[in-house]
């Protein structure tokens, strides 16, 4: 580990294009900013803010509403960054997923000057050892694997769709009922072993769950696109991917 500060600037990624953010001056990305995601309308104007601060890159949630979720390119360190929350980037690579509305989307952000650089064998190449908690059932590992197929089969475009309960379910062959159970089951086994932003009021819709626990399941290595082949054949794949999180 170094302990030298970050002097470099920054490079993110996102949908094939690269962005350069400069230490000298703060990097936006939301609706509007240095980088533009989207014009989609659930997505703040303003979302995050890439920053350097006291000679670190630092990653701040400017939103009011929406969450991010922060993982290191090597499956290291994993976290949520809810509005107002800041997270100091020390490692070459870091994963950014957020979800606004129907969509999920995905960048990276790599330092040119990393304080901190991995010197242990990389123990994540198999994807054999995760973040996650605990061992999950077939049946469990089978949803979210479903929950998070779009994404997987786009993750070179950095967007993609969650399906609704029941499009997953009907993916799956499983009545809603039973996909519904497993869900809660899910959440709940991720609930007890820290994970935040699986359970809320009344008033948190449940594609917000669905996200996060993708998100989460991403950023904690649980689901990768070899695991697709555990999905039964698709019948309209083109049809399915079009599916919004409107449950």
């Known amino acids: ?6 002097t470099g600037d920054a490079r993110v990624e996102f949908c094939g294009e690269d962005y350069t953010a400069l230490a000298s001056q703060p990097f936006r990305i939301g609706r509007e900013g240095d980088l533009t995601v989207d014009d989609n309308p659930y997505l703040h104007r303003q979302f995050l803010m890439l920053h350097c601060q006291g000679g670190y890159w630092q990653l701040s949630n400017i939103g009011g509403q929406l969450a991010a979720t922060i993982a290191d390119d090597r499956g290291l360190l994993q976290a949520w960054l809810a509005p107002g929350a800041s997270l100091p ?3 070459p690579c870091t994963r950014v997923w957020f979800t606004a509305g129907p ?3 995905e960048f990276t952000v790599t330092l040119d000057e990393p304080p901190f650089v991995p010197i242990s064998p990389d123990r994540q190449g198999t994807g054999a050892t995760t973040l996650g908690p605990g061992t999950l059932t077939a049946d469990q590992h089978l949803l979210l694997v479903a929950l998070a197929e779009v994404v997987l ?4 475009q950095s967007t993609g769709n969650i399906p609704s309960n029941a499009a997953a379910a009907a993916r799956l062959g499983w009545t809603v009922t039973k996909f519904n159970r497993k869900l809660d089951n899910v959440c709940d ?3 007890r072993h820290g994970v935040r932003g699986l359970h809320g009021d009344a008033t948190r819709l449940a594609s ?7 998100e989460y399941a991403l950023a ?3 689901v990768n696109v070899s695991d697709l082949e555990l999905l039964p054949p698709a019948e309209r794949p083109e049809n399915w991917t079009k599916v919004r999180a409107t449950d």
């Open 1 to 6: 580990m170094s302990a030298s500060k970050a």
């Open 89 to 91: 980037l020390v490692f």
């Open 103 to 105: 969509t999920t989307y």
């Open 153 to 156: 089969r786009r993750g070179g």
């Open 189 to 191: 086994k991720f609930t």
């Open 208 to 214: 917000a769950r669905r996200a996060r626990l993708v």
């Open 220 to 222: 904690a290595r649980l």
